[in-house]
């Protein structure tokens, strides 16, 4: 497949994302995500986050694997979390699992630096090289505990977790910057919910549930 079969795929995807949106009215409170981030899930070419065995399913709107048992997240959830942010050009962002960047590079075209730790070392290795290849440089990947965050560039006006802890990290909680946003799904893994969190200027916490998701579990590292 060429750049152009890839770009009429992407407008399909945008399209299908669109129409997923109107479906879940009811939950969402709205039927449009905002036109930014539609821009840019229009812009991100998620065949270069794929399997090169998933290319031609890489604009499904659907959830692909990618490696060490993970997947790459459907483009509707990757739109939704993106738009619950409420991204301004200038934000530091945190991200909690990069798996190969995606949805850090979607976060790059509509935020300032992205911070985003991965768990896995062969995850985090293919996301850097994913990443620049694209010349998304405003991206940072490292290795860690997604739980801790990442403290050193701390606070974050916006934070976004792409694996589900049974609740939400303290730290993670801690690194938010007063009036800034998370979102994060949380639960056991049959009653997830994709939770935003604000705090406001006072730093008190608020989070409202906006609909059932299924994740995989955000891990700890192995002890030793």
């Not at 490292?142 to 589900?164: F, N, Q």
């Amino acid at each position: 497949m060429d750049e152009a079969e890839f770009a009429l795929l992407r407008q399909r995807m945008v399209a299908e994302v669109t129409v997923h949106t109107v479906l879940q009215t009811g939950r969402l409170g709205k039927a449009a995500l905002s036109r930014r981030v539609m821009e840019a899930m229009g812009r991100v070419p998620r065949h270069a986050f794929v399997r090169t065995d998933m290319l031609r399913a890489a604009y499904a709107d659907m959830p692909l694997p990618s490696d060490c048992g993970k997947t790459i997240s459907q483009p509707f959830i990757v739109a939704l979390m993106t738009d619950l942010l409420e991204l301004q050009p200038g934000d530091r962002v945190l991200e909690i699992g990069t798996g190969w960047g995606y949805q850090s590079a979607v976060l790059a075209e509509l935020a300032g630096e992205v911070w985003s730790v991965e768990l896995l070392e062969p995850l985090a290795a293919e996301a850097r090289r994913r990443l620049a290849a694209l010349g998304y440089g405003k991206v940072h990947v490292r290795v860690g505990d997604g739980r801790a965050g990442w403290p050193e560039h701390a606070p974050y006006e916006k934070i976004i977790v792409t694996a589900a802890p049974d609740w939400v990290p303290v730290p993670l909680l801690e690194q938010l910057k007063p009036g800034g946003r998370m979102v994060i799904p949380a639960g056991v893994a049959e009653s997830q919910q994709l939770l935003l969190i604000e705090k406001d200027a006072q730093g008190r916490l608020a989070s409202r549930a906006v609909l059932p998701v299924r994740f995989s579990m955000l891990e700890e590292p192995e002890p030793g």
